[in-house]
């Protein structure tokens, strides 16, 4: 089953279940996923879909610290449930020991030497790593690595 098909039926069974929050969040990623596939005039992968469930939970982390930065509380509990529910349809998160271990293989594989190398060393985790840790740390152990 294809990701899109399992959020059309978690939909689906929101919509019975009469869960407006958890609906309003699945409809939310359908609607982005829809968007991104009329502008580029293509359907999407499984890698794609997490992709863009991986852009809205980082959306949606960025507006909780805003928030609660302004004291508002009830709006970031709203953003913290959504991406509650978007994280169900991500990959499993990847330690930080696995993270390490495909940081090391990718320094390998690209022949990494310094700096500017870490494009080489990110093209070739990005695909690994998508959606299962936060590319901006893995960013950050990459320079820590070749720096």
């Known amino acids: 089953m294809t990701l899109i098909d399992r959020l059309k ?14 609906l309003g969040a699945i409809r939310l990623v359908m609607a982005a996923i829809k968007q991104r596939e009329v502008d580029e005039g293509i359907t999407l992968s499984d890698d794609d ?3 863009v469930l ?4 980082k959306q949606r982390r960025d507006s909780v610290t805003q928030y609660e930065a302004a004291g508002r509380q009830d709006l970031a509990d709203v ?5 509650a529910v978007l994280d169900e349809f991500l990959p499993q998160p990847l330690s930080d020991d696995e993270v390490a271990a ?3 293989e990718a320094i390998a594989a690209t022949g990494a030497a310094g700096m500017q190398d870490m494009g080489k060393v990110m093209g ?6 998508q959606g299962r840790a936060d590319m901006g740390t893995v960013s950050q152990l990459v320079k820590a690595k070749l720096g």
Do not use: C, G, S
């Open 54 to 57: 991986t852009k809205m939970v």
């Open 124 to 129: 070739v985790l990005k695909p690994q790593i």
């Open 102 to 104: 495909l940081l090391d």
């Open 49 to 51: 879909v997490i992709a």
């Open 79 to 83: 953003e913290l449930a959504e991406i």
């Open 9 to 22: 039926d978690e939909q689906k069974a929101a919509m019975k279940a009469k869960d407006k929050p958890r």
